[in-house]
């Protein structure tokens, strides 16, 4: 869709879809100034070769170029708050918190007060009437990274990748010659990368070596510190080799008829790792707490007539769901149950209407409380 002409701050990682958005703006006329944003700097990272990347394709275009440097933010407002949520127990998303914090808080602050009309980046995801929807690379979509961008934010902000597969960027990243055409994409922890992420809490929390029990409070084995652990996992603790289990129907199994355990809680107030398998595993209901609603004057949950969904994790199924509002507390009932609910990892909710599917808002996920 043709733009009308906007002064633009394009945050530029180095990377293939953030460099054709560049070639893109611009070819639309707009006014831009790359900006690439240095979170982060430790031994083995990629951040100068991402910078001389992005200055690259800057030069090439001859548009103005420009470095923010937001590690000391980036690392108190993301990075310790990953390390604080593991310890207690949850399983945070960090490029949740980068978007709001960095691309879409200090980065968007920032291009406001410099008297940019808006800001741009390489995420994958459509603004339709003035609400984030999905795009049209449904398999890269990364609206549940950006659900607590605001309304207002919105209608400041272009995502020149929304109509445009994943395929097509590197073709057209091709037929523009840019040196970045077949650079891999960016993986793991935003601005941090592809990383070894219980290698990184070793070194920041040491170990806490713990009992293993199944979900009669039975001890069945060990584990070396809770944030190792995410629901769902089902390796990385020990099983005593002579242990029993006792399933939540009563029924005791020896350990040579045990399948394989799970994650299925975290408990730390006392260092226990809560592990099961079969039934034990599913969950149909769960509570969403700090919630964030994009447009709250739009977002309708009790209507006959409105169909729920919801992802509790990037790229996961669209699962169907009734939600109730309880104070500030939403209460998600799923129409079927399903594994890893893991609590501190978003629930984000969405909404088919006419060809869009709308992503309303969200909330971080926490065990379901009926009080």
Request: hydrophobic share 35%; with cysteine.
């Amino acid at each position: 869709m043709k733009l009308s002409k906007k002064k633009i701050a394009l945050g530029m990682s180095g990377g293939v879809d953030s460099s054709l958005c560049a070639h893109l703006l611009v070819e639309q006329g707009h006014d831009v100034t790359g900006v690439f944003l240095e979170c982060w700097r430790a031994p083995g990272c990629r951040t100068d070769v991402d910078r001389a990347d992005a200055l690259k394709v800057a030069l090439d275009l001859g548009i103005p170029f420009q470095v923010l440097d937001f590690k000391k933010a980036y690392y108190d407002k993301v990075v310790q708050t990953f390390f604080d949520q593991y310890q207690a127990g949850l399983t945070p998303n960090p490029d949740i918190a980068c978007n709001k914090e960095i691309k879409f808080g200090l980065f968007y602050d920032w291009a406001m007060t410099q008297g940019f009309d808006a800001v741009a980046t390489g995420h994958y995801a459509r603004i339709a009437s003035k609400q984030l929807t999905i795009p049209k690379d449904i398999h890269k979509d990364q609206t549940y990274f950006l659900y607590q961008l605001t309304s207002e934010q919105l209608e400041n902000t272009v995502f020149p990748l929304g109509d445009v597969a994943k395929t097509e960027v590197r073709e057209e990243a091709k037929k523009r010659k840019l040196a970045v055409s077949d650079k891999k994409d960016s993986v793991g922890i935003c601005f941090i990368g592809d990383i070894d992420v219980q290698k990184f809490l070793k070194e920041e929390l040491g170990e806490k070596p713990g009992k293993v029990v199944d979900s009669a409070g039975n001890i069945i084995g060990s584990h070396q510190g809770l944030w190792f652990y995410t629901i769902g996992q089902r390796h990385g603790f020990i099983i005593n080799k002579k242990s029993l289990h006792t399933t939540a129907s009563g029924e005791v199994l020896e350990r040579e008829n045990l399948p394989p355990f799970y994650v299925i809680a975290k408990k730390p107030e006392s260092n226990r790792l809560v592990v099961g398998f079969g039934a034990e595993t599913y969950a149909s209901e769960f509570s969403l707490t700090n919630v964030h609603w994009i447009d709250p004057n739009e977002t309708t949950l009790n209507s006959p007539n409105v169909k729920l969904f919801i992802r509790i994790r990037h790229t996961g199924k669209l699962l169907g769901c009734e939600v109730e509002q309880a104070s500030d507390t939403l209460h998600v009932h799923l129409d079927e149950p399903t594994q890893g609910v893991a609590p501190g990892q978003s629930g984000v909710l969405y909404q088919p209407v006419n060809q869009e599917i709308i992503c309303l808002g969200g909330g971080i996920i926490s065990p379901f409380d009926a009080e």
